[in-house]
C-alpha cells in the first residue's frame, strides 16, 4: 500500500487482487479506503492460514496409514468401523499404535531401568529417575546420581520398587556397592555424596507409636511440653499415645513431642530399654542390617546389641505448625508488657492488638554435624535414620513428606564452621543457633559452598557421610529411629580438621583471607 498527499497527487492502494487509483480524494475518504482494504487483506491471509491448516492435517491422516503399518500395531481401523468413521469426520487425529509392556520399557527415558506398569511417580521422583548426572562414578543402574540445581551437590537415590524382585546374591552386590559410593571420598579425604536414601525401605514395619503402645505401654519416657522443648515431664508410651491419638489431625498432632529414648538397653539416667523385636525389624532390611553398630560396616566389634553406645534411638515430633492462643498450654504464655513507654507515647502508637492471636511451633535441627567421643578423642562420623509418619488410625495411601532437608558438601565443612558458628563440642541440638534459609543459602553459594536441599517422605532411609553439616525441619509429625555409625574406613586414616572451635578458626579466616 503506498500513498501520498490527499490533494491534487495520485494516491494508490493495492492489496492482493484489489487495485485502487485515485485522485483529489478527501482526507476522509482515502483513510476509510485504507481500513476496509486493510480488512480484506486480514480477511485473505486468514483464508490463506485456514488451507495451510487443512493442508497439515491431511498430511497428518497421511501419516496415519503409514503409522497403522508400523510394527507393535496390533489394531486396524479396518477391525472396528465405528473407529474408522470417527477418524474421517475428524480428519487428522493421529491414532498411537497399541504397545506392549516391552515396548513401553524400551521407550523410557531412561532404559536400564524396568518400571513397572501402572506404577505413579511424584514429580522429583520422576526427574530423579530419568536424569543422569555426569558424575565419574561408574555405579549400578538401580543407583540413581541426582545433582542439585543450585547447591551443586550429589545425593544417591535407590527405590525399593525398583530392586524388591533382585535375588539374594544381587541384592548382596548392590548393598556393597551402594555403600562403597555412599562412603567414597576423594583425595582430600571428603565424601562424595552429602547424602543416600533408600526410598520406601520400611514399609514393612509398623507405626511406631501404635506399635510400642501396643507392644510396651508401660515403658517411661520423657515428653516435651508443646512450644517448650526445655518443660519436660516424664510419662509412659501409652499416656504419651493416647495425647496423640486426642491431639491428631491431617498430618499432625498438638501436643510436646517425645524425646529421645534408647532401644538397645539403658545406662545411668537414660530412658527406654532393650526392644530386641525393634532391632529385629530393622535387621530385616539388608542396607540396614550392614550399617547398624554391630554391622558389618562398623568399625566396632561389639559382641552383644546392648553394648552399643551410638544407639539407635527414637523420638517423634509433631511437625512445625501455626496454633491459636487459645489452644497453647497457659504456663507459656504471659502477656507482653510495654515497659518504658511513656503514657502520651503509648496514646501516639496504639496498637491494633495488644497480644498475639496465634504463635509459630518450630520444629528445627539447626546446622550441625554427627560427632562421637569427648574432649581430644571428638570426631565426626557417619548417622543413619529411617522415618515413620505418624498416622494413628489413618490407613495412609501415600508416603507423605516427613523431613525437609539442607545437606552441605563435607569439603566445606571447615568453612561452614565459621560462617554459621557452630559449637561443634556441644550436642546436635545446639551446635549452632542459626537457622539457614534460601538467603543464607544463596550467600554461602556465592562463596563456593556446596549443598542440596530436598525432602524425605515416610518409610524412607537416609545415610550421611561424616564432615557433612546438615539440617533438618519436620514438616508432619514423624517418628525417627537413628543412630551412629563408626564406619571401619574412618578408623584407618582420619583426614581433616574435624572439631576445632570458632576461635581457632578465626585465626585462620584472618591468614586465609576467607
Not at 368 to 385: K, L, S
Request: include cysteine; hydrophobic fraction near 35%; proline fraction near 4%.
Amino acid at each position: 500500500m503506498a500513498g501520498h498527499s490527499a490533494f491534487g497527487r495520485k494516491v494508490s492502494f493495492t492489496s492482493g487482487m484489489l487495485s485502487l487509483s485515485l485522485e483529489d480524494a478527501p482526507d476522509g475518504f482515502l483513510a476509510a479506503a485504507a481500513a476496509a482494504l486493510d480488512t480484506n487483506s486480514k480477511l485473505e491471509k486468514t483464508r490463506i492460514g485456514r488451507r495451510t491448516s487443512r493442508q497439515r492435517l491431511n498430511a497428518l491422516s497421511e501419516s496415519e496409514e503409514t503409522e497403522r503399518k508400523a510394527p507393535g500395531c496390533e489394531r486396524r481401523d479396518d477391525d472396528d468401523p465405528g473407529l474408522s468413521r470417527k477418524r474421517k469426520r475428524r480428519v487428522g487425529v493421529v491414532s498411537r499404535p497399541k504397545l506392549s509392556r516391552e515396548h513401553i520399557s524400551q521407550s523410557s527415558v531412561n532404559s536400564s531401568h524396568q518400571l513397572s506398569l501402572g506404577t505413579a511417580f511424584s514429580h522429583r521422583q520422576h526427574e530423579v529417575r530419568s536424569l543422569s548426572d555426569d558424575s565419574d562414578i561408574d555405579v549400578s543402574p538401580h543407583i540413581h546420581i541426582e545433582r542439585h540445581p543450585n547447591g551443586n551437590a550429589c545425593v544417591l537415590h535407590i527405590y525399593q520398587d525398583d530392586i524388591v524382585d533382585l535375588l539374594e546374591n544381587q541384592m548382596a552386590a548392590l548393598v556393597q556397592e551402594f555403600f562403597d559410593a555412599v562412603f567414597s571420598e576423594d583425595e582430600g579425604g571428603h565424601a562424595r555424596f552429602v547424602m543416600g536414601i533408600i526410598h520406601n525401605a520400611v514399609s514393612y514395619m509398623p507405626e511406631i507409636v501404635s506399635y510400642f503402645k501396643s507392644q510396651y505401654p508401660n515403658t517411661v519416657v520423657k515428653m516435651q511440653s508443646l512450644g517448650n522443648k526445655s518443660a519436660i515431664e516424664a510419662a509412659t508410651v501409652e499416656e504419651f499415645s493416647k495425647k496423640v491419638e486426642d491431639t491428631y489431625h491431617n498430618n499432625t498432632f498438638r501436643c510436646g513431642g517425645l524425646d529421645q529414648f534408647s532401644i538397645v538397653g539403658v545406662v545411668n539416667e537414660e530412658v527406654g530399654g532393650y526392644f530386641p523385636d525393634v532391632l529385629d525389624m530393622l535387621e530385616t532390611n539388608p542396607f540396614l542390617k550392614a550399617v547398624l553398630p554391630w554391622g558389618e560396616l562398623s568399625g566396632l566389634q561389639l559382641k552383644d546389641r546392648t553394648e552399643s553406645d551410638d544407639g539407635p534411638i527414637v523420638w517423634v515430633r509433631p511437625g512445625e505448625q501455626v496454633l491459636p492462643l487459645a489452644e497453647m498450654p497457659r504456663l507459656q504464655y504471659t502477656k507482653r508488657r510495654r515497659a518504658g513507654v511513656h503514657e502520651l507515647q503509648n496514646l501516639q502508637c496504639l496498637p491494633r492488638v495488644s497480644e498475639p492471636r496465634e504463635t509459630l511451633i518450630e520444629d528445627r535441627t539447626r546446622c550441625h554435624a554427627d560427632h562421637v567421643g569427648q574432649g581430644p578423642d571428638r570426631c565426626t562420623t557417619a548417622a543413619v535414620g529411617v522415618l515413620k509418619a505418624v498416622h494413628t488410625d489413618e490407613i495412609p495411601t501415600l508416603n507423605r513428606e516427613t523431613k525437609e532437608v539442607i545437606a552441605f558438601h563435607a569439603a566445606d565443612f571447615s568453612e561452614l564452621v565459621v560462617r554459621l558458628q557452630l559449637d561443634l563440642h556441644e550436642p546436635p541440638t545446639t551446635q549452632s543457633v542459626q537457622w539457614v534459609d534460601e538467603a543464607k543459602l544463596n550467600q554461602l553459594r556465592r562463596h563456593g559452598v556446596r549443598y542440596t536441599q530436598l525432602r524425605l517422605h515416610d518409610n524412607d532411609v537416609y545415610f550421611i557421610p561424616r564432615n557433612v553439616i546438615h539440617q533438618f525441619k519436620t514438616l508432619s509429625a514423624c517418628s525417627s529411629i537413628a543412630w551412629h555409625l563408626r564406619h571401619k574406613a574412618y578408623s584407618k586414616v582420619e583426614v581433616g580438621i574435624t572439631c576445632l572451635s570458632v576461635a581457632e578458626w578465626g585465626c585462620r579466616v584472618k591468614t586465609h583471607g576467607w
